[in-house]
């Protein structure tokens, strides 16, 4: 057994921050933005696949120590509604990833219990990726460890946008009134309401916006950017942003 505190040098060789995290506070769901992929390649004279091909090695690393930490969730930003918008052979190999990383990691995922869920729009999705998916999600559902929640051609805008047409749909028919939608209610028309709202979103690269993830569930979640591209962000980066959140002050517009 780990103690309450600990410290995570000792826990990860790699670590030389020495950070201290009380394990009996650390955010339930955590929610990655990972961004800077291609400009990783970029800067080291590469393709921007192979930005993607590093960033799916750090998506194990981070989901390990995730799992390691006690945290219920982990919701992973790997593909926006919007960047469908980029380079056709770019798209195809972003595509495949989702297969590649469970063909590789499922094995691992199912060993550390992890139970694998995916949130987006199915439609324009390559059947291959879509397959490698539900595999997946079919193959741990019974596991109930940490969640690893994909959002895959997600968008946010698009998911409140739904979740309103569904509740106009109900009072049209006259099953519900008007009167009767509260914010509990929407919520529970979002795509990630039964794992709670996130209490800590990472975003990587440098970028200092919420591009379209989860715009209602985040709205008193703990920010926290860093200027690491994705591929290079470590476990000690993750632990950082835990520690950096275990020392707020989360008063929910309270005083």
Do not use: C
Request: aromatic share 10%; hydrophobic share 40%; proline share 4%.
């Amino acid at each position: 057994m780990l103690n309450k505190f600990t410290n995570l040098t000792k826990m990860n060789k790699e670590s030389n921050q020495g950070v201290q995290l009380d394990l009996s506070r650390v955010p339930k769901h955590v929610a990655i933005i990972m961004d800077g992929n291609g400009r990783w390649a970029k800067k080291r004279g590469l393709p921007r696949i192979a930005g993607h091909r590093e960033g799916m090695k750090v998506v194990r690393k981070i989901v390990r120590r995730a799992n390691q930490l006690g945290i219920n969730a982990l919701t992973m930003y790997a593909f926006s509604t919007e960047n469908w918008k980029r380079p056709k052979p770019e798209v195809e190999f972003i595509m495949k990833l989702p297969e590649q990383f469970l063909v590789t990691y499922l094995p691992e995922l199912i060993e550390e219990n992890v139970q694998v869920r995916i949130m987006g729009e199915e439609e324009g999705v390559p059947s291959y990726t879509l397959k490698a998916v539900h595999e997946a999600v079919e193959r741990t559902k019974h596991n109930d460890g940490l969640i690893l929640n994909f959002a895959l051609n997600y968008g946010s805008r698009y998911e409140i946008t739904s979740a309103v047409r569904k509740l106009a749909l109900e009072v049209e028919q006259g099953n519900l009134r008007s009167e009767d939608v509260n914010e509990k209610m929407i919520g529970s028309y979002m795509m990630s309401n039964d794992i709670g709202d996130p209490e800590l979103l990472i975003r990587t690269s440098g970028e200092i916006r919420l591009s379209n993830f989860m715009l209602w569930q985040l709205a008193y979640t703990e920010l926290w950017f860093t200027d690491v591209y994705w591929p290079d962000f470590s476990e000690a980066d993750f632990d950082s942003a835990i520690h950096d959140y275990q020392n707020r002050g989360r008063r929910f517009g309270g005083v």
